[in-house]
């Protein structure tokens, strides 16, 4: 059973107290908000606070940590193992050496979400994060220019394939992935338990893990292993239904694909709540209409996720016939009944694709933006840069 707050003994808050204290420590911290100690105590026992104070951050033996814990490894290593479990601790292993260490806040965050699971346990955190996401966890994120997810473009809806490299392309990024896995979508798993928020309408299965991060998900029963046809049928249901596939924020062996929706998703939740000027990291491609061809039908308006794209008055577009190729491949005529042209707010378009990938007459589709960014090279790299504009702003 978790700890209530307001019924918790003196020793129990003071245990709470000093692991969020060493919660801080991390490279991401614990940003503040009044629902950080429900939280904290929600997610943690007090026996497990009490143990994780002063965890390392840091790959650590077993044995080490059974000698820092003064206890045996044959007695400790079941309780890590079960915190592990919970998406609390990593657990690496290089032969028959097993190393443990402790997760940041951010990471906490994601791994309650992947199982989806909707115990008792689960309705009373995810609430409490989901309240956490909306008035603290995101926070940091205002001055950093390297979000943690970046725009992955639907590749089919690129105008000149010329030019694109390997970060920008899915199939290349997938030809690096040896194990594919899926789990739920923890933005959209704790908006969904939350009895305060509407259900999102689109599915929670479809955060996609690679490699590494892959094996542990589906090694601690939180997402399930799938062959990598599979993750393309994800990706193209995903495109379908208007999400924003948003990758790892890094170039080099990326382990994740998100399929955000504007709905819930953090890097959303960051502008709309925290007033931030950015969601995910945009891609190097951006909407370019073919107003001779647009046939008005707002579809594109619609879809997309960043409200870029409305439409305006073009009287001399009213009654235009554009040719299209049907699915028979015979071509069928579409004809321009409104009288108005999509029209780009360029400074909002995030290259996602969405609204091209969906566009009936073909007169959306992405263009290379002028002013090209490349993404930090590793992991490390990406982590290096969060902490530098973060901490000089």
């Given at each position: 059973m978790t700890a209530d707050p307001k019924t918790m003994s003196e020793g129990d808050r003071s245990t709470y107290i000093h692991f969020i204290d060493w919660l801080k420590q991390s490279w991401y911290g614990v940003p503040d908000a009044d629902v950080v100690f429900p939280y904290i105590a929600a997610?943690?026992?007090?026996?497990?606070?009490?143990?994780?104070?002063?965890?390392?951050?840091?790959?650590?033996?077993?044995?080490?940590?059974?000698?820092?814990?003064?206890?045996?490894?044959?007695?400790?290593?079941?309780?890590?193992?079960?915190?592990?479990?919970?998406?609390?601790?990593?657990?690496?292993?290089?032969?028959?050496?097993?190393?443990?260490?402790?997760h940041d806040i951010f990471t906490i965050y994601r791994g309650f979400g992947w199982p989806g699971k909707t115990d008792d346990y689960s309705k009373t955190v995810g609430p409490l994060q989901h309240r956490y996401?909306?008035?603290?966890?995101?926070?940091?994120?205002?001055?950093?220019?390297?979000?943690?997810?970046?725009?992955?473009?639907?590749?089919?809806?690129?105008?000149?394939?010329?030019?694109?490299?390997?970060?920008?392309?899915?199939?290349?990024?997938?030809?690096?992935v040896e194990y594919f896995t899926v789990s739920h979508c923890p933005c959209r798993h704790a908006n969904n338990l939350n009895p305060d928020a509407p259900d999102s309408?689109?599915?929670?299965?479809v955060c996609l893990h690679f490699d590494k991060l892959g094996h542990y998900i589906v090694e601690n029963g939180m997402g399930r292993e799938i062959t990598r046809q599979e993750t393309e049928a994800i990706l193209k249901q995903c495109a379908d239904l208007g999400l924003i596939h948003g990758i790892s924020n890094y170039q080099e062996k990326p382990d994740t694909i998100c399929n955000c929706s504007s709905d819930c998703c953090i890097w959303f939740m960051a502008m709309k709540k925290y007033g931030h000027d950015g969601t995910l990291t945009p891609s190097n491609f951006r909407v370019s209409v073919n107003r001779s061809a647009c046939t008005g039908c707002g579809l594109c308006v619609k879809r997309c996720p960043m409200e870029a794209l409305h439409l305006e008055?073009?009287?001399?577009?009213?009654?235009?016939?554009?040719?299209?190729?049907?699915?028979?491949?015979?071509?069928?005529?579409?004809?321009?009944?409104?009288?108005?042209?999509?029209?780009?707010?360029?400074?909002?378009?995030i290259g996602c694709g969405v609204c091209a990938y969906k566009c009936p007459s073909g007169a959306i589709t992405l263009e290379r933006n002028p002013v090209e960014h490349a993404p930090p090279q590793t992991g490390r790299d990406w982590i290096m840069q969060f902490l530098t504009d973060t901490r000089t702003a």
């Open positions: 997610r943690y026992t007090p026996e497990e606070a009490l143990l994780l104070t002063g965890f390392p951050y840091a790959p650590t033996a077993l044995a080490d940590l059974a000698a820092l814990k003064k206890m045996s490894s044959d007695a400790l290593r079941p309780i890590l193992d079960s915190l592990t479990a919970k998406g609390l601790l990593n657990k690496q292993r290089k032969g028959d050496v097993f190393r443990y260490n402790l996401i909306m008035e603290g966890l995101m926070s940091p994120w205002r001055n950093a220019k390297e979000k943690g997810l970046r725009v992955l473009p639907i590749g089919v809806t690129i105008q000149d394939q010329r030019g694109v490299v390997p970060y920008e392309e899915v199939g290349r990024i997938l030809d690096q309408p689109f599915p929670t299965d008055e073009d009287l001399a577009a009213k009654g235009r016939e554009t040719l299209v190729p049907g699915k028979d491949g015979k071509q069928r005529t579409l004809i321009n009944q409104t009288g108005k042209i999509s029209q780009l707010a360029p400074e909002r378009c």
